[in-house]
T-cell receptor, first 113, second 118 residues
Framework: AQSVTQLGSHVSVSEGALVLLRCNYSSSVPPYLFWYVQYPNQGLQLLLKYTSAATLVKGINGFEAEFKKSETSFHLTKPSAHMSDAAEYFCAVSASVYNDMRFGAGTRLTVKP | SAVISQKPSRDICQRGTSLTIQCQVDSQVTMMFWYRQQPGQSLTLIATANQGSEATYESGFVIDKFPISRPNLTFSTLTVSNMSPEDSSIYLC???????????????FGPGTRLTVT
């Protein structure tokens, strides 16, 4: 079975500061890992995904994530936060195209001016 | 990529009634899923919609409450039956398929249906 744990339900950073959102996964098979962003009253938008190619994955809006098998982690980072990054972020895991996606509880990112 | 549309986008319903949500994908997909996102929470899988057979439900979800159909490779419906205020949520349709040169899979989400039960 697959699952993800997002550490920190709420992260607050200053504009221009590093963004680090933590995600640890559990999977009995090599996982596919995803980060989604959800802005208030909007749907899910895919930020990036890991599909067993490069371990450092670059996504949209300057975000990237690194797959670390030894740490079972897939943390999301952005070097410099922007006010527009304030949103809810979800980490998700799936075993394959035939399996559903399991979501973490979400991390709400606040960016202070 | 695949584009998923859902109807209705939102609805306000009376308790005790039922609502059917439609999910249409613009191309054939391998799997279709239904999720629920309760206010302020993460997404929870309701069921996997199987083409031509009964859906596979997650623990805590039953067919009588959430009947699902998937008559073909691009369409599915979710019905929320005998609604109560606790059913007020966003319901999302999702689809996945193999894609790309590396045959890794892609997963897509619909915009969601925002349901309020009064």
């Amino acid at each position: 079975a697959q699952s993800v744990t997002q550490l920190g339900s709420h992260v607050s950073v200053s504009e221009g500061a590093l963004v680090l959102l933590r995600c640890n996964y559990s999977s009995s098979v090599p996982p596919y890992l995803f980060w989604y962003v959800q802005y208030p009253n909007q749907g899910l938008q895919l930020l990036l995904k890991y599909t067993s190619a490069a371990t450092l994955v670059k996504g949209i809006n300057g975000f990237e994530a690194e797959f670390k098998k030894s740490e079972t982690s897939f943390h999301l980072t952005k070097p410099s936060a922007h006010m527009s990054d304030a949103a809810e972020y979800f980490c998700a895991v799936s075993a394959s195209v035939y399996n559903d996606m399991r979501f973490g509880a979400g991390t709400r990112l606040t960016v202070k001016p | 990529s695949a584009v998923i549309s859902q109807k209705p986008s939102r609805d306000i319903c009376q308790r005790g009634t039922s609502l059917t949500i439609q999910c249409q994908v613009d191309s054939q997909v391998t799997m279709m899923f239904w999720y629920r996102q309760q206010p302020g929470q993460s997404l929870t899988l309701i069921a996997t919609a199987n083409q031509g057979s009964e859906a596979t439900y997650e623990s805590g979800f039953v067919i009588d409450k959430f009947p699902i159909s998937r008559p073909n490779l691009t369409f599915s419906t979710l019905t929320v039956s005998n609604m109560s205020p606790e059913d007020s949520s966003i319901y999302l349709c999702s689809a996945s398929r193999l894609g790309g040169r590396d045959a890794f899979y892609e997963q897509y989400f619909g915009p969601g249906t925002r349901l309020t039960v009064t």
